[in-house]
C-alpha cells in the first residue's frame, strides 16, 4: 500500500516536472504582433516556446511572417487563394493582397467550400496559392495538379509541410486506416504520410519550380522558431 502510494506521487511529482519544462524557457519576440516575453508550449508532444501567449500564433506562423516580410513572397496587389487559413497567416497576406480568397472542405471555416483535390475555379485564377500544413492530409498528387491548373502563368504555390529531411522517401502505408494509426505512423489522426525530402521531386513532377527558405539562427532563438523548418515556394 505504502509502495503504491509512494509510487503513484513520484508519478505526479514527474508530470509536473514535465509540465513546468513546457513553460517558457527564453524571452522571444514575435514578429507578428509585437509581445515579447516567454511563450507557451503547443502540439502534441509539446513544444516548448512553441507559440506566442499574445495573438496565438505557432512557429510556421513567425516563420511565414519573416519571409513574406524580407522576401515578398506575396506581392503587393496580387490575388490569393489561401486553403485551410489559419489567422495568424491570414494578418500576414491581407496586408499586401490584392484579393484574398480563404478556401476549406469545412463550410465555417473559409470564404468558400473547396476541395483542393478537385478545385471548382476556373484556370488561372490567382498569382498564389497559400497551403501551410495542407498537403499531408490529401492525395497531393491531384492537389498540386489543381493547384498549378488555377495558378497565372508565374504564379506561385508557397507550401509549408511536416518533413524528415533525414529520410530520402516519403512515408505512406495502406495499412494504416484508423485515427490512432495514423497518429501513430504520421504524427495526427488526419495525417496520411509522412513527407521526407522527396517531397521536393513531387512538387517538380507536377510542373513547378522549387525555391526554398529555411529557419536559421539568429531567428530561431530571437523568434522561437523550429530550427531548419522550410517555407517552399514552387513556381508555376
Known amino acids: 500500500m505504502l509502495n503504491g502510494l509512494r509510487g503513484r506521487l513520484n508519478w505526479w511529482r514527474y508530470k509536473l516536472s514535465v509540465l513546468n519544462s513546457l513553460g517558457g524557457q527564453f524571452p522571444r519576440s514575435c514578429p507578428i504582433c509585437g509581445y515579447e516575453g516567454l511563450f507557451s508550449s503547443v502540439g502534441v508532444p509539446p513544444r516548448a516556446d512553441g507559440k506566442c501567449p499574445n495573438c496565438?500564433?505557432?512557429?510556421?506562423?513567425?516563420?511565414?511572417?519573416?519571409?513574406?516580410?524580407?522576401?515578398q513572397l506575396i506581392k503587393p496587389g496580387e490575388a490569393v487563394l489561401h486553403f485551410a487559413p489559419e489567422a495568424s497567416v491570414r494578418r500576414s497576406i491581407e496586408a499586401v493582397a490584392g484579393?484574398?480568397?480563404?478556401?476549406?472542405?469545412?463550410?465555417?471555416?473559409?470564404?468558400?467550400?473547396?476541395?483542393?483535390?478537385?478545385?471548382?475555379?476556373?484556370?488561372?485564377?490567382?498569382?498564389v496559392v497559400v497551403a501551410s500544413h495542407v498537403?499531408?492530409?490529401?492525395?497531393?498528387?491531384?492537389?498540386?495538379?489543381?493547384i498549378k491548373r488555377i495558378l497565372k502563368p508565374g504564379g506561385r504555390l508557397i507550401a509549408m509541410i511536416p518533413i524528415v529531411e533525414g529520410w530520402n522517401q516519403t512515408y505512406e502505408n495502406a495499412d494504416?486506416?484508423?485515427?490512432?494509426?495514423?497518429?501513430?505512423?504520421?504524427?495526427?489522426?488526419?495525417?496520411?504520410?509522412?513527407?521526407?525530402?522527396?517531397?521536393?521531386?513531387?512538387?517538380?513532377?507536377?510542373?513547378?519550380?522549387?525555391?526554398?527558405?529555411?529557419a536559421q539562427e539568429p531567428d530561431v532563438s530571437n523568434h522561437g522558431l523550429l530550427r531548419g523548418e522550410k517555407v517552399f515556394v514552387a513556381a508555376a
Open 56 to 71: 496565438g500564433s505557432y512557429e510556421r506562423h513567425r516563420l511565414f511572417h519573416l519571409f513574406q516580410d524580407r522576401h
Open 99 to 127: 484579393k484574398y480568397v480563404r478556401a476549406d472542405i469545412n463550410p465555417d471555416a473559409a470564404d468558400i467550400v473547396l476541395n483542393i483535390e478537385n478545385i471548382d475555379l476556373p484556370d488561372a485564377e490567382f498569382d
Open 176 to 214: 494504416v486506416t484508423t485515427d490512432e494509426g495514423r497518429t501513430l505512423h504520421f504524427g495526427q489522426d488526419d495525417h496520411i504520410r509522412y513527407y521526407g525530402a522527396d517531397f521536393r521531386d513531387r512538387v517538380k513532377a507536377a510542373g513547378f519550380k522549387l525555391t526554398e527558405y529555411t
Open 135 to 146: 498537403l499531408e492530409h490529401v492525395d497531393d498528387g491531384a492537389a498540386l495538379s489543381e
